[in-house]
């Protein structure tokens, strides 16, 4: 295998072709192994042959022609175009359910389609994230449909991905990269295959130790959100503003405070600390906690909103509200699990009306004057740069009463004869 890894003829089949399976296959057909892409929504796979993208990426469409025209990359959604591979690659969703446990049935169907098609001698790689445990127990069920035997018949490793949308190609390749295998030999296979590009330090270790460490990252920042946002319902009640308390606190050389805010979106960060402690028996409750916290930021920030229209007398069953972003952060077209859409959820049916403006989401209003014109309250849910340099005093002239409440620390001295309150700015 190391051969074919060094010469490059090892044949590769990346399972699942979003955010991570389509840039990853790309990856690895550029740097001159023959990839097959392997997708179950057919209509992905018609895109992706006539060299378009169905994910934004910078610079995407340009590298998946340049390996669609090499032949180095075959994208189908055909099981048996991916038989008898050497190395499969694992790149599905796990998403939550709806009662917050994971949903691992994309995973399950992907390892079950690879079971049918690998061989012996295969290098099976998940860089999905995935519950503690989840791929000795991906091992065994290989096992039970292949008749092969894990470690030795094959390989089995986690290779969490860690890249950042709209930098997933720089960071594919410069970000440091762990290999947890079921045992030392599959992780020694992942890691020098993955060498063909990475450029960042990698390190060998565990299945579980691996999936733990993905999962950790983003718990240890979802954890510290919610404490931020902790401090920030505190600086309310001792009239202070939290963002000045922070920045003096971050003074300190070992602390390092986060970002409180209006809630925690995206795909990884609400999800995670789900993953981690779900397989455990006991806990010790900061992690759900945490989640409870960064779950409940958007009715705070109804609470400021509403506080704000009792202060002008305005009943809120007759306030026009405006709502400024949609995308879970700043200069994203994102909108999983986007708290801006959570705030939307939670004063829809209790105000008159509601107008939202995003310029990377869209929304009910063209512009910012657009959503403001007639509006009793502006709400700021994202960081978008647009929002950073609004003229305040010249946009409340647009609006019939002047309320501006501040959920991400948008705008920094509260502007004259408006009504002004923010997440942590305990002191207006
Ligand atoms: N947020 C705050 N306060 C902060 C920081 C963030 O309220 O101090 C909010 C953001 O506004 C956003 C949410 O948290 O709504 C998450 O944003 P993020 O930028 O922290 O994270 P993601 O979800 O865009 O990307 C994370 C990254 N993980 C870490 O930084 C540990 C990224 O490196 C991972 O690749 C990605 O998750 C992933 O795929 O797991």
Known sequence: ???????????????????????????????????????????????LKNGNSHIVEPGIDELLQRALESGKLKPTSEPRDIEG???YIICVQTPLKEDKTPNLGYLESAVRTVAKAMKKGSLVIIESTVPPLTTVKMAKLIEEISGLRAGEDFYMVHAPERVMPGRIFKELVYNSRIFGGINERSAELAEMLYRSFVKGQTFKTNSTVSEVVKLMENTFRDVNIALANEFAYLAHQYGIDVFEAIELANTHPRVKIHTPGIGVGGHCLPKDPHLLVWPAKDDFGIIKLAREINDSMPLFTKDLLFDGLKTLGIPPEEAVVAVLGLAYKGDSDDTRNSPALAFVEAIEDDVGEVRTYDPFVGGSAESVEDALKGADAAVIATDHSEFKSLDWEELGRLMRNRILIDGRHVVEVPPRDFVFKGVGRGEY
């Open 1 to 47: 295998m190391e051969e074919k890894f060094r010469n490059r003829s090892a044949r590769i089949a990346v399972i699942g072709l979003g955010y991570i399976g389509l840039p990853t296959a790309i990856m690895f057909a550029s740097s001159g192994f023959e990839v097959t892409g392997y997708e179950i929504r057919k209509e992905v796979v018609e895109k």
């Open 85 to 87: 591979r050497d190395v």
